[in-house]
């Protein structure tokens, strides 16, 4: 993806965000509609994280909002537009977003190749691989840099992923888990 692509996606969420709460319309927004560079009309899957610019990303606390989507459905500038609303204002895990936060807030965009299964764990790579688990109706997902932000192993990334689908931790290693494993392009605004 081109740099100059990076730097209007990452505007689009933030302006996004600001429109949701002021009402200014996303000048970004509206000439990239008018003329979608061709890296930003596909359909690739797309997370847009929020975090606190006080803390560190594997600092307790400094997650602010993630929400995304796996697999796209939209020209990803859209999605893009979508999601941060959705990570600001609708993640159930934090109240939303008021003004006065954005300026201590930055965005961190991750957009994803489309998984593909594996046969099992073994074949996942902590820090190249997010990994999408399946047990009947139980599913979790993890960004590929999740794992390397914390530290953890691959057990103990699957460990985690078990108890997120509402799993025993060793959940992974009955046979009754499927994995889909996929890649990011993962950029912020402080990069």
Same mark, same amino acid.
């Given at each position: 993806m081109e740099s100059s692509s990076k730097e209007l996606l990452l505007a689009i969420a933030r302006e996004a965000i600001i429109e949701d709460l002021t009402?200014?319309?996303?000048? !970004? @927004?509206?000439?990239?509609?008018?003329? &979608?560079?061709?890296?930003?009309?596909?359909?690739?899957?797309?997370?847009? !994280? @929020?975090?606190?610019?006080?803390?560190? &990303?594997?600092e307790p606390g400094s997650l602010r909002g993630c929400i995304g989507n796996i697999i796209g459905k939209r020209p990803l500038y859209r999605l893009v537009q979508r999601l941060a609303c959705e990570s600001a204002f609708h993640d159930p895990r934090f109240r939303p977003v008021r003004l006065h936060e954005l300026e201590d807030l930055y965005v961190e965009l991750s957009i994803l190749t489309v998984p593909i299964p594996v046969e099992g764990p073994e074949e996942i790579e902590i820090g190249r691989h997010g990994v999408i688990l399946t047990s009947g109706y139980h599913r979790a997902v993890f960004l590929p840099q999740v794992a390397t932000e914390q530290g953890w192993d691959r057990d103990r990334m699957l460990a985690h992923l078990c108890m997120k689908a509402g799993l025993a931790p060793d959940a992974y290693t009955g046979g009754t888990c499927n994995f889909q494993v996929f890649e990011a392009l993962v950029f912020s605004e402080v990069d």
């Open positions: 009402g200014k319309v996303s000048p !970004t @927004l509206a000439s990239v509609a008018a003329n &979608p560079p061709h890296d930003m009309i596909g359909d690739e899957g797309a997370f847009v !994280t @929020l975090r606190r610019s006080d803390l560190a &990303p594997s």
